[in-house]
């Protein structure tokens, strides 16, 4: 079992509309949640930390449930430009994750004019 | 530019052949990290600095992998006798010790062993 597993996709969706990304986590020691947006051929770029209380940046919205270890992110009014890959990150400062992070395998998004 | 940096952009390169890869974090971060990444998956840790010091390997490092950070500055990714395997995309990435310690990843060495 992969550490962190999130739906491939790809998710096709219109512009304007609204899409939901899940993503689970197995290290309960998991210290900090991020979401990386990777295009194509390029690196990952940070998107957004995630927090417990959940957080908010413009048009994304991202949301932490520990007890399940579990993460999510949502985008409204989906842009063309938001077609990338989303990647879902953990680290730990525990023995076993040092500082590394640990990425899912990412989802594909595609907008569609 | 003040971002991460990497050389060569691309390596092709024959089975058994050693390549280098370079890698300049932004200046004045002190932790530095080397990714690799194959198609259609996520990055992977392979190891991180703290200054000069190697402070952790992941176990997908063998030994025909060796990173150096010399000075804390640069950082150099050699690997030693390549195998068509070893075909992916290597990133490397800096953070400052805080407390969110945010890495931002340098455009990455894509290398292709034939």
């Known amino acids: 079992r992969k550490e962190v597993e999130q739906d491939p996709g790809p998710f096709n969706v219109p512009e304007g509309a609204t899409v939901a990304f899940n993503c689970t986590y197995s290290n309960s020691a998991s210290q900090s949640f991020f979401w990386y947006r990777q295009d194509c051929r390029k690196e990952p770029k940070l998107l957004m930390s995630v927090y417990s209380s959940g957080n908010e940046d413009g048009r994304f919205t991202a949301q932490l449930n520990r007890a399940s270890q579990y993460i999510s992110l949502l985008i409204r009014d989906s842009k063309l430009s938001d077609s990338a890959t989303y990647l879902c990150?953990?680290?730990?400062?525990?023995?076993?994750?040092?500082?590394?992070?640990?990425f899912g395998a990412g989802t594909i998004l595609r907008v569609k004019s | 530019d003040t971002g991460v940096s990497q050389d060569p952009r691309h390596k092709i390169t024959k089975r058994g052949q050693n390549v280098t890869f370079r890698c300049d974090p932004i200046s004045e971060h002190n932790r530095l990290y080397w990714y690799r990444q194959t198609l259609g998956q996520g990055p992977e840790f392979l190891t991180y600095?703290?200054?000069?010091?190697?402070?952790?390997k992941s176990r997908l490092l063998s030994d025909r992998f060796s990173a150096e950070r010399p000075k804390g500055s640069f950082s150099t990714l050699e690997i030693q006798r390549t195998e068509q395997g070893d075909s992916a995309m290597y990133l490397c990435?800096?953070?400052?010790?805080?407390?969110?310690?945010?890495?931002?990843f340098g455009p990455g060495t894509r290398l292709t062993v034939l």
């Open positions: 990150v953990v680290s730990g400062q525990d023995m076993e994750y040092g500082n590394k992070l640990v």
């Open positions: 600095f703290q200054n000069e010091a190697q402070l952790e």
């Open positions: 990435a800096s953070s400052l010790v805080s407390s969110t310690d945010t890495q931002y």
